[in-house]
Nanobody, 125 residues
Framework: QVQLVESGGGLVQAGGSLRLSCAAS????????VGWFRQAPGKEREFVAA????????YYADSVKGRFTISRDNAKNMVYLQMNSLKPEDTAVYYC??????????????????WGQGTQVTVSS
């Protein structure tokens, strides 16, 4: 089990950028696949991006491809989500989640047991 803490959310104008950070506890962080999910009011939590354990593969939702980039620094127990060209429809609470050794199911919200508390991202038009 890992504890996760997100940061970096805020208010930004459309077309702007934000970088979200997910700080993880634990000595075996490199064994964990980390995903970013988001939830807007009245909507279900949806997949945004994921990076597999070891950093071998990345996955993106179609809605963010080409705009968002996920990366990790295992030495610092950190995962980042660089968000560029933000749109009002990106407004949501963003959560990071982690689970050991997830590969092909990295986009599935049910694959993850450990979640952070979330960080609000608001994009104004």
């Amino acid at each position: 089990q890992v504890q996760l803490v997100e940061s970096g959310g805020g208010l930004v104008q459309a077309g702007g950028s934000l970088r979200l950070s997910c700080a993880a506890s634990g000595r075996t962080f490199s064994w964990y696949t980390v995903g970013w999910f988001r939830q807007a009011p009245g909507k279900e939590r949806e997949f945004v991006a994921a990076i597999t354990w070891g950093g071998g593969s990345t996955y993106y939702a179609d809605s963010v491809k080409g705009r968002f980039t996920i990366s990790r620094d295992n030495a610092k127990n950190m995962v980042y989500l660089q968000m560029n060209s933000l749109k009002p429809e990106d407004t949501a609470v963003y959560y990071c989640a982690a689970e050991k050794f997830v590969n092909t199911q990295a986009m599935n919200v049910k694959s993850y047991d450990d979640w952070g508390q979330g960080t609000q991202v608001t994009v104004s038009s």
